[in-house]
């Protein structure tokens, strides 16, 4: 089955000359591939036998295989990892799915997908990026396998063995421990994810289905050097950053030398969308003519393609970088260790590979790209640069595999002597709580740091996109939405964060504070609004960011999630569900738990209050005397949660907050009426204001109506005013005609 799909290429006259028709560079040569492949072995190897990680061990040896086939098992499986988010990332972000998108009659608008009538054959590109993807995912499944058995042989010190009892011990692995749970969950999304790939073809499904590759990335973060350092938590989120952005680099470079060919021009990109005769007026197939135009359409996809991935790896690179130094921060106590041990001169290496990536993709960006158009050595330069960056990463990919190999000098085990709290909460029990150390008690969580940096860099440049338009954008807003990022950057990596593990009622003031402070700010701010306005439409029926948003905000699942019944009931229901059921303990002990809490509370705070007074656009809003009494229903349901909580002489989760062994403050119960206080007595207060949003909202709308009213009254001089009053004329002669 060829490129188009296994749909045969209609017949076509007999081609002029090659040198009739301009050829385009065909991309990177399958050397480049290999090259790649081979860099990453010989990377991988002189790193283990630079570190010693793959010699052999004095006690429990499980032999050479597991010890080097462990790391190359490791390899296969980030590489086709990263095949795989590549490969989707290329299908519904970058390019057209279909060859020849047209406008519908029924148009299109900047509020709603454009609608398209399209060819019912896939682009050539579309479908081989799939193919990567698809040929990854399997790749990804049986090289999770491997890992899975060699990490347990590794574990147990024993040679890899058919016997019974080895395999109780694998099953005992995969079900009983940490580790194996983590692997057994890797096989599983891996397996499913290829699966879909087979099978799904909806870009929406696509994107669903690179979401769940993108979750099989946290168990791999969960097991690494990071489970029990100092700061265990930092080193897990910036580890799972890290391998974000290295998959999306890797995999889009890998993806984009793989689809060369069909990018530039070859054979492969004529594809089902061709159509050079059909066209009245077109020039023959295999002409001077024909061939310049080719070349042209060819030379613009590739531009097209090659822009939107630069902004992708631009964002890749500084995701990696950042999170790689905050990392090696996490995992070497001195910076003397960078230089004097084996896992330090890794990172180092590993480090300058990435700064000569990113001096790549800057030449990229800034010379390359820019100078498609104006010769075939432009070309020759890109595809050339590619191979190099594919090599380099190879590189990179063996020394990384090689480095979660090696022992770090930061212990990876519990100390004898940790305590209570430590073991409970993976840190050492902050000072008592005073009203300084509300203001000075840090602990950064970088996945939000992450999330506050990109939502305030995206908001400035739609910003300065919307000025450079000539258009403008209500500062008040703009200073609400960065007021929204630093209160939910404080009640992250602030003091609520840090005491919330600790103190129930500091743990209320961060829930409170997640649910009805932040999103306030936040929703004022409008982001919807200035990303469409700030975001271009693309033409050539690929979905970009601003598609993808109208997309989900005309969805079913938006229907649903942002109907004010639906929204008002799970901002009061949810805070019962958690609390009075196990999801409370999870996400106090369990760092995905809490991540998850954090994230579920802050959007259903944001969903609610979007409902009330948000601007942005939603499929239905109520009107506004129902909000008010939504609003007054969830006053009502948070003041039952709080009287109860300052009631109950029964302590939730008492196995943890009972056990901290902390020597100061209040005893866990009191604690814990005190935070039910905070629920009722602070947690209306943003209600409150809300509800005043509201009145105001709603006082502005007949503001506007009655504005709205006088000026249609102007241009028809008062034709409904005239109407009206002869109406009352009519009935006034019709009565006194009867009484006659």
Same mark, same amino acid.
């Given at each position: 089955?060829?490129?188009?799909?296994?749909?045969?290429?209609?017949?076509?006259?007999?081609?002029?000359?090659?040198?009739?028709?301009?050829?385009?560079?065909?991309?990177?040569?399958?050397?480049? +591939? /290999? =090259?790649? *492949?081979?860099?990453?072995?010989?990377? !991988?190897? #002189?790193?283990? $036998?630079?570190? %010693? @990680?793959?010699?052999?061990?004095?006690?429990?040896?499980?032999?050479?295989?597991?010890?080097?086939?462990?790391?190359?098992?490791?390899?296969?499986?980030?590489?086709?990892?990263?095949?795989?988010?590549?490969?989707?990332?290329?299908?519904?972000?970058?390019?057209?799915?279909?060859?020849?998108?047209?406008?519908?009659?029924?148009?299109?608008?900047?509020?709603?997908?454009?609608?398209?009538?399209?060819?019912?054959?896939?682009?050539?590109?579309?479908?081989?990026?799939?193919?990567?993807?698809?040929?990854?995912?399997?790749?990804?499944?049986?090289? +999770? /396998? =491997?890992? *899975?058995?060699?990490?347990?042989?590794? !574990?147990? #010190?024993?040679? $890899?063995?058919? %016997? @019974?009892?080895?395999?109780?011990?694998?099953?005992?692995?995969?079900?009983?421990?940490?580790?194996?749970?983590?692997?057994?969950?890797?096989?599983?999304?891996?397996?499913?994810?290829?699966?879909?790939?087979?099978?799904?073809?909806?870009?929406?499904?696509?994107?669903?289905?690179?979401?769940?590759?993108?979750?099989?990335?946290?168990?791999?973060?969960?097991?690494?050097?990071?489970?029990?350092?100092?700061?265990?938590?930092?080193?897990?989120?910036?580890?799972?950053?890290?391998?974000?952005?290295?998959?999306?680099?890797?995999?889009?470079?890998?993806?984009? =030398?793989? *689809?060369?060919?069909?990018?530039?021009?070859?054979?492969?990109?004529?594809?089902?969308?061709?159509?050079?005769?059909?066209?009245?007026?077109?020039?023959?197939?295999?002409?001077?003519?024909?061939?310049?135009?080719?070349?042209?359409?060819?030379?613009?996809?590739?531009?097209?393609?090659?822009?939107?991935?630069?902004?992708?790896?631009?964002?890749?690179?500084?995701?990696?970088?950042?999170?790689?130094?905050?990392?090696?921060?996490?995992?070497?106590?001195?910076?003397?260790?960078?230089?004097?041990?084996?896992?330090?001169?890794?990172?180092?290496?590993?480090?300058?590979?990435?700064?000569?990536?990113?001096?790549?993709?800057?030449?990229?960006?800034?010379?390359?790209?820019?100078?498609?158009?104006?010769?075939?050595?432009?070309?020759?330069?890109?595809?050339?640069?590619?191979?190099?960056?594919?090599?380099?990463?190879?590189?990179?990919?063996?020394?990384?595999?090689?480095?979660?190999?090696?022992?770090?000098?930061?212990?990876?085990?519990?100390?004898?002597?940790?305590?209570?709290?430590?073991?409970?909460?993976?840190?050492?029990?902050?000072?008592?709580?005073?009203?300084?150390?509300?203001?000075?008690?840090?602990?950064?969580?970088?996945?939000?740091?992450?999330?506050?940096?990109?939502?305030?860099?995206?908001?400035?440049?739609?910003?300065?996109?919307?000025?450079?338009?000539?258009?403008?954008?209500?500062?008040?807003?703009?200073?609400?939405?960065?007021?929204?990022?630093?209160?939910?950057?404080?009640?992250?990596?602030?003091?609520?964060?840090?005491?919330?593990?600790?103190?129930?009622?500091?743990?209320?003031?961060?829930?409170?504070?997640?649910?009805?402070?932040?999103?306030?700010?936040?929703?004022?701010?409008?982001?919807?609004?200035?990303?469409?306005?700030?975001?271009?439409?693309?033409?050539?029926?690929?979905?970009?960011?601003?598609?993808?948003?109208?997309?989900?905000?005309?969805?079913?699942?938006?229907?649903?999630?942002?109907?004010?019944?639906?929204?008002?009931?799970?901002?009061?229901?949810?805070?019962?569900?958690?609390?009075?059921?196990?999801?409370?303990?999870?996400?106090?002990?369990?760092?995905?738990?809490?991540?998850?809490?954090?994230?579920?509370?802050?959007?259903?705070?944001?969903?609610?209050?979007?409902?009330?007074?948000?601007?942005?656009?939603?499929?239905?809003?109520?009107?506004?005397?129902?909000?008010?009494?939504?609003?007054?229903?969830?006053?009502?349901?948070?003041?039952?949660?709080?009287?109860?909580?300052?009631?109950?002489?029964?302590?939730?989760?008492?196995?943890?907050?009972?056990?901290?062994?902390?020597?100061?403050?209040?005893?866990?119960?009191?604690?814990?009426?005190?935070?039910?206080?905070?629920?009722?007595?602070?947690?209306?207060?943003?209600?409150?204001?809300?509800?005043?949003?509201?009145?105001?909202?709603?006082?502005?709308?007949?503001?506007?109506?009655?504005?709205?009213?006088?000026?249609?009254?102007?241009?028809?001089?008062?034709?409904?005013?005239?109407?009206?009053?002869?109406?009352?004329?009519?009935?006034?002669?019709?009565?006194?005609?009867?009484?006659?």
């Amino acid at each position: 089955m060829g490129d188009n799909g296994g749909v045969p290429r209609p017949a076509s006259p007999v081609r002029p000359a090659a040198s009739t028709a301009p050829a385009v560079h065909a991309g990177p040569a399958r050397g480049w +591939a /290999i =090259a790649a *492949l081979a860099v990453a072995v010989l990377a !991988l190897t #002189g790193a283990l $036998l630079f570190s %010693g @990680a793959a010699a052999a061990r004095q006690v429990l040896d499980p032999g050479a295989v597991v010890r080097w086939g462990l790391p190359v098992a490791k390899t296969t499986l980030n590489l086709s990892l990263a095949f795989v988010l590549g490969g989707i990332t290329f299908a519904v972000g970058i390019l057209p799915r279909h060859p020849t998108p047209q406008r519908s009659h029924r148009g299109a608008s900047d509020s709603a997908p454009e609608a398209e009538a399209l060819d019912a054959d896939e682009h050539p590109a579309f479908t081989r990026a799939l193919r990567v993807a698809t040929g990854g995912a399997v790749a990804w499944t049986l090289s +999770a /396998i =491997a890992v *899975l058995i060699l990490t347990h042989s590794d !574990l147990i #010190g024993q040679p $890899l063995s058919g %016997g @019974a009892e080895y395999t109780k011990q694998l099953v005992f692995f995969m079900t009983g421990l940490d580790v194996g749970r983590a692997w057994l969950a890797t096989v599983i999304i891996a397996a499913v994810v290829a699966t879909l790939l087979f099978a799904v073809r909806s870009l929406t499904g696509l994107a669903l289905t690179g979401l769940l590759a993108l979750i099989g990335l946290a168990p791999m973060a969960l097991i690494g050097h990071s489970a029990s350092s100092n700061d265990h938590e930092g080193a897990i989120n910036s580890l799972f950053l890290h391998l974000v952005g290295a998959s999306l680099w890797v995999g889009g470079i890998a993806v984009l =030398a793989l *689809l060369g060919r069909t990018l530039a021009g070859g054979p492969d990109a004529r594809g089902p969308g061709y159509d050079g005769e059909s066209r009245p007026g077109a020039a023959p197939r295999g002409s001077r003519a024909d061939g310049v135009v080719r070349r042209s359409r060819a030379i613009d996809a590739t531009e097209a393609a090659l822009r939107r991935f630069s902004a992708l790896a631009l964002f890749a690179f500084i995701l990696v970088v950042a999170s790689g130094v905050i990392n090696a921060l996490v995992r070497l106590p001195n910076l003397s260790d960078l230089f004097t041990s084996a896992y330090g001169q890794i990172i180092l290496a590993k480090s300058t590979l990435a700064v000569v990536l990113g001096g790549i993709g800057f030449m990229h960006r800034q010379w390359v790209i820019p100078q498609l158009s104006r010769g075939a050595s432009a070309r020759r330069v890109l595809w050339q640069l590619i191979g190099v960056e594919a090599v380099v990463m190879g590189a990179v990919s063996g020394l990384a595999v090689a480095l979660s190999r090696s022992a770090p000098p930061e212990p990876t085990t519990y100390a004898p002597d940790a305590s209570p709290a430590f073991i409970l909460t993976g840190y050492q029990l902050p000072p008592e709580l005073t009203a300084s150390r509300w203001v000075t008690e840090w602990r950064p969580d970088w996945l939000w740091v992450t999330v506050a940096l990109f939502g305030a860099v995206t908001y400035i440049l739609g910003m300065v996109k919307v000025a450079r338009r000539g258009d403008s954008w209500s500062w008040p807003r703009a200073a609400s939405w960065f007021a929204g990022l630093l209160v939910l950057t404080y009640i992250t990596s602030g003091p609520p964060a840090v005491y919330g593990r600790v103190l129930f009622s500091a743990h209320m003031v961060d829930h409170m504070m997640l649910t009805m402070v932040a999103p306030i700010f936040l929703v004022l701010g409008s982001p919807v609004t200035l990303a469409l306005k700030a975001l271009t439409p693309r033409r050539d029926g690929s979905r970009g960011l601003r598609e993808w948003l109208l997309v989900f905000v005309h969805s079913k699942w938006s229907q649903l999630v942002t109907h004010p019944l639906f929204a008002a009931a799970n901002f009061a229901g949810s805070i019962i569900l958690f609390y009075y059921s196990d999801l409370f303990g999870y996400a106090m002990r369990d760092h995905v738990g809490h991540e998850l809490m954090n994230l579920h509370f802050t959007l259903t705070g944001y969903i609610f209050v979007l409902t009330m007074i948000g601007s942005d656009p939603l499929p239905r809003r109520f009107p506004y005397p129902m909000r008010l009494v939504l609003l007054l229903a969830t006053m009502a349901f948070h003041a039952f949660f709080g009287v109860t909580l300052m009631g109950s002489n029964i302590l939730l989760e008492p196995t943890y907050f009972g056990n901290l062994g902390r020597p100061w403050g209040q005893s866990a119960i009191e604690d814990q009426q005190t935070g039910g206080g905070i629920a009722w007595g602070i947690g209306e207060i943003p209600t409150l204001i809300v509800a005043i949003g509201v009145a105001v909202k709603w006082s502005m709308s007949d503001a506007r109506e009655s504005r709205r009213g006088d000026r249609a009254a102007d241009r028809d001089h008062d034709a409904d005013l005239d109407a009206y009053n002869a109406m009352f004329t009519r009935l006034q002669e019709r009565d006194e005609a009867q009484g006659r």
